[in-house]
């Protein structure tokens, strides 16, 4: 995991949240982060995850229920 992330993960406390989603939302988080080609579009990215991360009911802009 990129150090930036970590420290975003852990400065808002969601690294819990993000350990409790599945591995394969894991990866797609980082993947579709990490493949961004402009600063904004990953801080964008960035955004939505901690905030999909906060409110618990969202992946990638889809619903989503945790196990």
């Given at each position: 995991m990129p150090e930036d992330i970590e420290e975003r993960l852990v400065k808002e406390n969601l690294m819990d949240a993000y350990r409790r989603r599945p591995p394969y939302q894991q990866n797609d988080y980082l993947g579709w982060i990490l493949k961004?080609?402009?600063?904004?579009t990953r801080e964008k990215r960035i955004a939505q995850m901690l905030e999909e991360l906060r409110s618990g009911d969202r992946y990638m802009g889809m619903s989503y229920r945790a196990r």
């Open positions: 961004a080609k402009r600063p904004e």
